[in-house]
């Protein structure tokens, strides 16, 4: 049976995947950090948008963060010292069985579309993990337009590249 278009395009965040969502995040651990039910919550609720893709089967999702979102994520916190006006994409997860598919560079499109009809910032940022090093997400982002605005240790053991798209 073969899958609906449209269960392959990004749509809003919903309620109804809190749970799914929990499960493709802490299965996708270490590459995002693992998360409780709670935690999730908070950050969809405070988020400026989210997105998923699939209706029966989550196949992935988005959070994305304003300035002056209570995050206390030690990235987000970086590019609000950085920056007055952005889009932090705060995680991105792709489940295993769909990788290689566009469904990534659709969140990323998609959260790019809405930020340029909602005329919001001109920046999309993230970061992806150099040590250890996450080499396709660091050429997948290549790919996509970012560069390297700057380097953080996030935590002992783990540094980030800090990434910026100026998005128009």
């Known amino acids: ?74 990235n987000y916190q970086w590019f609000s010292r950085q920056y007055s006006d952005f889009v932090y994409l705060d995680r991105i997860v792709v489940s295993e069985k769909m990788r290689n598919k566009s469904l990534g560079a659709k969140l990323y499109a998609a959260v790019e579309q809405r930020m340029i009809k909602d005329r919001c910032a001109p920046l999309l940022t993230c970061e992806v993990n150099l040590n250890p090093p996450n080499l396709g997400s660091i050429r997948f982002h290549n790919r996509i337009g970012f560069r390297e605005v700057g380097q953080q240790d996030s935590k002992p053991g783990l540094t980030v590249s800090m990434l910026a798209k100026t998005v128009a």
Not at 24 to 52: C, K, M, Q
């Open 1 to 74: 049976m073969s899958m609906q278009s449209s269960e392959l395009e990004p749509r809003l965040f919903l309620p109804s995947d809190i749970d799914p969502a929990l499960d493709l995040n802490n299965a996708n651990s270490p590459a995002v950090g693992e998360i409780d039910r709670p935690t999730l919550e908070f950050l969809i609720e405070h988020s400026l948008y989210s997105f998923a893709i699939g209706s029966d089967t989550l196949h992935a999702f988005c959070i994305t963060f304003a300035p002056g979102a209570p995050y206390t994520s030690v």
